[in-house]
T-cell receptor, first 116, second 111 residues
Framework: SQTIHQWPATLVQPVGSPLSLECTVE??????LYWYRQAAGRGLQLLFY??????ISSEVPQNLSASRPQDRQFILSSKKLLLSDSGFYLC???????????????FGDGTRLSIL | SQQGEEDPQALSIQEGENATMNCSYK?????LQWYRQNSGRGLVHLIL?????REKHSGRLRVTLDTSKKSSSLLITASRAADTASYFC???????????FGTGTSLTVIP
């Protein structure tokens, strides 16, 4: 069966510090991968998605970046965090395009990021 | 945009009652999905209904889709305290690999 792992679960970082959040998927190949941010009591904002290794699409201009060094690994990074980067970050996967719109997304348990 | 917006934003009911949440969207879709999110956790897929379906059941869940009104509803029957969570509808964005998630309905089931 497929599983998705995100870490860390919680993170407290000072303003201006770097960030690296990691997400890995097991049990499937060639998934679409997604990073979302969720503000408190709000919906999900799509940040990045990837359809393959090294292929990253950005939805929101910001000081965050994403990379996909391996097929089932997705990393969210920042060189200098801002206060506004606080939030709940969720990674998700779905089957590759061709059927992606007709398939569910599968989410990790998220990382709670607090910027001080 | 193909926004899916849930209504109401918050709902509080007694255990055993039914809970109904609604979702409206703006453009044509080929399917609509409902997700559940427990506090502090990731989203869990509940059910997918295709545009050619009007109603779908899964256990205590019943989902309807009215493409003429661009709306969907999620009914949870005989609610339990464990159903307390936020519920989101999601619509795929045409010709992309993306989904749009609404802002969710926060359901509280009082024991």
């Amino acid at each position: 069966s497929q599983t998705i792992h995100q870490w860390p679960a919680t993170l407290v970082q000072p303003v201006g510090s770097p960030l690296s959040l990691e997400c890995t998927v097991e049990g499937t190949s060639n998934p679409n991968l997604y990073w979302y941010r969720q503000a408190a009591g709000r919906g999900l904002q799509l940040l990045f998605y990837s359809v393959g290794i090294g292929q990253i699409s950005s939805e929101v201009p910001q000081n965050l970046s994403a990379s996909r060094p391996q097929d089932r690994q997705f990393i969210l990074s920042s060189k200098k965090l801002l206060l506004s980067d606080s939030g709940f970050y969720l990674c998700a996967w779905s089957v590759r395009w061709g059927q992606a719109g007709n398939q569910p997304q599968h989410f990790g348990d998220g990382t709670r990021l607090s910027i001080l | 945009s193909q926004q899916g917006e849930e209504d109401p934003q918050a709902l509080s009911i007694q255990e055993g009652e039914n809970a109904t949440m609604n979702c409206s969207y703006k453009t044509s879709i080929n399917n609509l999905q409902w997700y559940r999110q427990n506090s502090g956790r990731g989203l869990v897929h509940l059910i997918l209904i295709r545009s050619n379906e009007r109603e779908k059941h899964s256990g205590r869940l019943r989902v309807t889709l009215d493409t003429s009104k661009k709306s969907s509803s999620l009914l949870i029957t005989a609610s339990r305290a464990a159903d307390t969570a936020s519920y989101f509808c999601a619509t795929p964005i045409t010709r992309s690999n993306q989904f749009y998630f609404g802002t969710g309905t926060s359901l509280t089931v009082i024991p």
